[in-house]
């Protein structure tokens, strides 16, 4: 079993629309949780960071944790063509690090 | 405050060549960690340096090869380059301490032809 699994998508939706996009992991010893987004041919962009379990909103985008169901979310609002992109999550204890395969998302005007 | 730097950003390669990537981290960030990234493997993790010493290493074959200088700074090597080589490195850089947020530099495309 893969340490973090996420949805490869892709994933397509109008303007204007609430996206959705999630992860689930199997370590529990997990404190930090971060979702990137990553434009083609760009590196990684750090969007939001959440420590252990709760909410955190930031604009458009509120990242929610849920530790006993080893569940994390991204929520965007009001998504826009520019949102288009490759959302990752990731998540560390300590020096560990492991990321998501990534969920493409295209926004359509 | 200046972001992760990665340089070059592209570079054409041959097979049996090597090359040598750089990566300046954020100021402050003792640790750089590298990544290459393909369309059909996602992120994989190479390596992770802390105050010049290697601390994590991925599962990668000894072609792959790192360091970090006293300044932070690293550099990744990969010697008789194969096709299966050609990908996005990334590097990324973090304080490396309980708050260990990974931050990415832009990336070297690397094509080995």
């Known amino acids: 079993q893969k340490e973090v699994e996420q949805d490869p998508g892709p994933l397509s939706v109008p303007e204007g629309a609430i996206v959705s996009l999630n992860c689930t992991y199997s370590?529990?010893?997990?404190?930090?949780f971060m979702w990137y987004r990553q434009y083609s041919r760009k590196g990684p962009e750090l969007l939001m960071y959440?420590?252990?379990?709760g909410n955190k909103e930031d604009g458009r985008f509120t990242a929610q944790v849920d530790k006993s169901s080893k569940y994390i979310s991204l929520f965007i609002r009001d998504s826009q063509p520019s949102d288009s992109a490759t959302y990752l999550c990731?998540?560390?204890?300590?020096?560990?690090?492991?990321f998501g395969t990534g969920t493409s998302l295209t926004v359509i005007p | 405050k200046a972001g992760v730097t990665q340089t070059p950003r592209y570079l054409i390669k041959t097979r049996g060549q090597q090359v040598t990537l750089s990566c300046s981290p954020i100021?402050?960030?003792?640790?750089v960690s590298w990544y290459q990234q393909t369309p059909g493997q996602g992120l994989q993790f190479l390596f992770e340096?802390?105050?010049?010493?290697?601390?994590n290493k991925g599962n990668f074959p000894g072609r792959f090869s790192g360091r970090q200088f006293s300044n932070s700074r690293s550099e990744m090597n990969v010697s008789t380059l194969e096709l299966g080589d050609s990908a996005l490195y990334l590097c990324?850089?973090?304080?490396?301490?309980?708050?260990?947020?990974?931050?990415f530099g832009a990336g070297t495309r690397l094509s080995v032809l």
């Open positions: 990324a850089s973090s304080l490396g301490g309980a708050e260990n947020i990974q931050y």
């Open positions: 370590n529990s010893a997990f404190q930090y």
């Open positions: 959440t420590y252990s379990s």
């Open positions: 990731a998540m560390c204890t300590g020096n560990q690090f492991y």
């Open positions: 100021s402050g960030h003792r640790s």
């Open positions: 340096y802390f105050s010049e010493t290697q601390r």
